[in-house]
């Protein structure tokens, strides 16, 4: 219902915005993934941590750029006074949250370089799903808008 009474003009941000947010998500689930993977499959772990690392650099770090710049446009259209506590929720998951990335992407890069074996390679699927868990937070907090 809100779709039908929203202007037109905000159609673009909150479309970038949905598409980085759901982009970040699943590449985030990827790294994760493919990091347990790295570790139950030690004879794959070199190839799995290559993987997990180009993943983290050509998917979620575009993604999150894109969900950031998205929320910032639809933000700045939609609430130019006052946001919402729903929307606090979002900047509280993204701003902390790409500190966090930055944590995970220099682990990536330390797990790939040691073939996907060592302590790098151990925590960057834990940090991955803690994202997860916060993104996951907010997915619920934006669509729900509880007040």
Known sequence: MLAAIRPDSWNLPLFLHVLGATLLFGTTATVAIAGFAARARRDHSALLARIVLRTFL???IPSWILMRAGAAWIGDKEFPD?????VDV???VSEPGAILLIIVG???WLAARKQGVGRAAVAVPVLASIYLVALGIAWFAMSAKPS
């Open 90 to 92: 979002g900047f509280i």
């Open 58 to 60: 050509l998917g979620v």
């Open 82 to 86: 006052k946001t919402p506590g729903w």
């Open 106 to 108: 220099i682990l990536a």
